[in-house]
């Protein structure tokens, strides 16, 4: 699976940016899609999900805020950033796996395929 994100850049706090991962490989490995963040001097944390069809899953400091979802070609995943925050500054990766159990939906060691990461600013 080669995973390809883009749509990172610098914004105010307050606005929105969106993220895109386009994948290419064998669809039973892009059953699960995720995106991931990291901030410096931090570990690598889930930021939300989509399972085949199944409702999307987010992370608490994200909820309300961020949306993920399918779309376009070469099997895009898209993740729509509104309302901002400077502790939203990270490098953001997407990435992809078989289907995931619920419990293995947020663990960064669950996934087998990385994309190279795309950063996002949000500035104060």
């Known amino acids: 699976v080669q995973l390809q994100a883009s749509g990172g850049g610098l914004v105010q706090a307050g606005g929105s940016l969106t993220l895109s991962c386009a994948a290419s490989?064998?669809?039973?490995?892009?059953?699960?899609r995720a995106w991931f963040r990291q901030a410096p001097g931090n570990d690598r944390e889930f930021v939300a999900a989509?399972?085949?069809?199944?409702?999307?899953y987010y992370a608490d400091s994200v909820k309300g805020r961020f949306t993920i979802s399918r779309g376009g070609a070469r099997n895009t995943v898209y993740l729509q950033m509104n309302s901002l925050k400077p502790e939203d500054t990270a490098v953001y990766y997407c990435?992809?796996?078989?289907?995931?159990?619920?419990?293995?939906?947020?663990?960064?060691?669950?996934?087998?395929?990385w994309g190279k990461g795309t950063q996002v600013t949000v500035s104060s």
């Open positions: 989509l399972r085949g069809s199944d409702r999307p």
């Open positions: 490989g064998p669809t039973d490995s892009m059953i699960t």
């Open positions: 990435t992809s796996n078989r289907r995931l159990a619920n419990s293995g939906i947020p663990i960064f060691g669950a996934y087998a395929y």
